[in-house]
């Protein structure tokens, strides 16, 4: 019966087995920026470039209204925590896109996830925030790879 399965899945495993990292690496990093650039576009208005904001300065209003009724960030002023979270979202999601300080940009983004899931969402952890932790973890593990910046500025 093991020979059999062995047989059956043998061809399979191999297939599976020749998918290159620096694929699965930059599905990953793919894959988390669009969560959090999707949501930082949700926070900011103004210089628009091919229907997406980067005028990462421009907080919007409602941005403020959600940090101040909402979201309940314990321990700093709802205006700075709503600036870092935009800010944050902004560049570091750009940073894990292009690969560049990659294990730097999942940190920042993972431990931005754990407030949000301990101060903002606490219920949210199996239908939302697992899914963003995993991608981050692998990319704090692994870095940014082979198609990405962290190859030219650390010189792998």
């Avoid at 290159?20 to 990953?28: F, R, S, Y």
């Avoid at 709503?82 to 896109?97: K, P």
């Avoid at 697992?130 to 973890?137: E, F, M, T």
Wanted: include cysteine; glycine fraction near 8%.
């Amino acid at each position: 019966m093991k020979n059999i399965v062995r047989k059956i899945l043998s061809p399979i495993d191999g297939i599976l087995s020749s998918i290159p990292e620096w694929c699965v690496n930059l599905a990953m990093r793919l894959v988390i920026f669009k969560v959090f650039w999707f949501a930082v576009q949700t926070k900011i208005a103004g210089w628009t470039i091919a229907g997406q904001h980067f005028a990462f300065w421009n907080v919007t209003d409602n941005t403020f209204l959600l940090f101040d009724f909402e979201y309940g960030i314990p321990l700093i002023p709802t205006t700075l925590a709503a600036y870092m979270g935009t800010f944050g979202e902004f560049f570091l999601s750009i940073m894990i896109l292009l690969g560049f300080f990659t294990r730097f940009a999942a940190l920042g983004l993972f431990l931005m996830t754990m407030v949000i899931q301990f101060f903002v969402y606490p219920d949210a952890w199996w239908t939302v925030h697992v899914y963003w932790v995993l991608p981050l973890l692998y990319l704090m593990k692994y870095g940014g790879g082979k198609i990405a910046l962290d190859n030219i500025v650390l010189k792998k």
